[in-house]
């Protein structure tokens, strides 16, 4: 397993989490069975939210047997009242099933404490104004909530909450296809819109958990992809991966069979996790923009050409920090003898070996 640093506290995470929605697909034993094999398999990760009630208290047991080397997202607006899962924007039910959550035997506490899933201004403007925002400020200064963080489909909403200053974490749907086409309520925004967002989060500090990595299952099979051709889970995972500001990957599991098939990822070759068909499936931009793929890999002078394309733009949008991270890089875009190998690889028709004169002209070196 690989690990990422959560900018604000500096927790380590797991690059792949566990989204429980389809957990209630198995019976107790496989969901403590399944959550306890992932903990063996080094996920630290886990949502906190379900389709319906059944699977809280199994996972509670699981990871009350490891509490404090894991880190759940709790959700301040979903309510279990009536064992189903239901979203509510009413701070006394949202409240009162927070804490029926944190109740849970084993939890006690949310890692991150989660505005769930607001997509609508008004819906927002009730979260802060109605009582659910003040409660979760008080919970997190009485460290019942570790760290502040937030659910959404949108890049509107995303922004709202970003700009508050007071989040660690979003959680985003976040795959190529919300990405690269207008196929679903759940990818809103136009893709350059959402590729500047990711980077907002990087540039803020914020780190982003993704959910829906496969579309609901929509990118593992061609006949229901939009883009008429099969990714696996784990290019999938990697495209995820590979997106500014991402932390982690929680993909929805339905028992131990699921958590195989997205383990796959921590030991698949380089060329499993090349998700460079993309390039040929989905309809580009009318300006070849860089995806951090590493397809166009190996460089001749060594240069980490997705890297230093990511801290790039980055540091175009004022990151600092991306910016000292480039100059720290052993090998710079000065270094590019221009052999022109990444402009032929390229699936995504970037002129990189252009580019890289563009970097080293910006960075000065
Ligand atoms: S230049 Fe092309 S192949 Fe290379 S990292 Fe960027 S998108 Fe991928
Ligand atoms: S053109 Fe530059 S960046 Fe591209 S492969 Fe050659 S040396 Fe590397």
Not at 39 to 56: L, S, W
Not at 120 to 149: K, P, T
Not at 165 to 173: F, N, Q, R, V
């Amino acid at each position: 397993m690989e690990y990422r640093t959560l900018p604000h506290g500096g927790e380590k995470i797991s690059v792949i989490g566990l989204g429980a929605g389809g957990l209630h697909n198995a019976g107790p034993k496989e969901i403590e069975r399944t959550i306890e094999a992932a903990i063996d398999a080094g996920v630290n990760f886990f949502d906190f939210v379900a389709t319906n009630d059944t699977p809280f208290e199994p996972m509670g047991r699981a990871v009350g047997r490891h509490r404090s080397d894991v880190h759940l997202q709790v959700h301040l607006g979903a309510d279990f009242s009536r064992h189903a899962y239901a979203w509510t924007t009413d701070a006394k039910v949202a409240i009162a099933e927070f804490e029926r959550r944190l109740a849970v035997p084993g939890v006690g506490y949310a890692d991150f404490g989660f505005i769930h899933c607001i997509d609508e201004s008004a819906d927002l403007d009730r979260v802060l104004n109605g009582g659910i925002w003040e409660y979760a400020l008080r919970q997190r200064d009485a460290g019942v909530i570790r760290h502040l963080g937030f659910s959404t489909h949108s890049v509107h909403i995303a922004r709202r909450l970003l700009a508050t200053g007071e989040m660690d974490l979003g959680m985003l749907s976040l795959n190529p296809m919300y990405d690269y086409t207008d196929e679903s309520v759940y990818g809103k925004g136009e893709a350059a819109d959402r590729a500047t967002l990711y980077q907002e989060f990087e540039r803020a500090s914020v780190g982003i958990s993704v959910m829906k990595p496969f579309a609901g299952g929509q990118l593992l099979d061609a006949a229901a992809s939009p883009f008429g051709a099969a990714l696996t889970c784990t290019q999938c995972i990697q495209y995820a991966l590979d997106r500014p500001g991402v932390l982690t990957v929680l993909p929805g599991v339905r028992g131990m069979d699921d958590l195989r098939d997205i383990l796959a990822w921590v030991n698949a070759t380089p060329a499993e996790r090349d998700y460079s068909a993309l390039a040929t499936m989905a309809p580009q931009s009318r300006e070849a923009r860089c995806v951090y793929c590493n397809h166009c890999q190996p460089c001749p002078a060594g240069l980490q050409i997705g890297l230093i394309n990511k801290y790039y733009d980055l540091a175009c949008l004022g990151d600092d920090l991306a910016a000292e991270h480039y100059r720290n890089l052993e090998r710079h875009a000065g270094d590019c003898v221009g052999c022109g190998h990444c402009d032929k690889r390229c699936p995504f028709g970037v002129a990189q070996s252009a580019r890289m004169a563009e970097i080293a002209a910006y960075f000065g070196a």
